[in-house]
Nanobody
Framework: QVQLVEAGGGLVQPGGSLNLTCTTSGDIYTISAMSWFRRAPGKERELVATFHIGGSTFYIPSVKGRFTISRDILKNQLYLQMNDLKPEDTAVYYC??????????????WGQGTQVTVSA
């Protein structure tokens, strides 16, 4: 089973930046698109950005222009550069295969996530 480890979260002021890193135990990047997801208190886990096989990317409208997703296949790592952070970005951020939300509900198959808190 592939292990997913997220890191890089923290407490920042509005307008600040963070760099999130996802490290996997397997080379899933070569066979699956990878995504960043987030779950805020009182909300469902949602897709944030996707890095597709071949290099194309997708962002939800609320983060487009502020977040950048990238990958390093040789390092088995996925990144999320977050700029101009807003309080509404506060959430636990997770990485996973792009289609993970199609799977069973619950935390099985997800890493521990990394907390991002944006507050003055």
């Amino acid at each position: 089973q592939v292990q997913l480890v997220e890191a890089g979260g923290g407490l920042v002021q509005p307008g600040g930046s963070l760099n999130l890193t996802c490290t996997t135990s397997g080379d899933i990047y070569t066979i699956s698109a990878m995504s960043w997801f987030r779950r805020a208190p009182g909300k469902e886990r949602e897709l944030v950005a996707t890095f597709h096989i071949g290099g194309s990317t997708f962002y939800i409208p609320s983060v487009k222009g502020r977040f950048t997703i990238s990958r390093d296949i040789l390092k088995n790592q996925l990144y999320l550069q977050m700029n101009d952070l807003k309080p509404e970005d506060t959430a636990v951020y997770y990485c996973n295969t792009a289609g993970r939300l199609r799977g069973p509900k619950g935390d099985d198959g997800w890493g521990q996530g990394t907390q991002v808190t944006v507050s003055a």
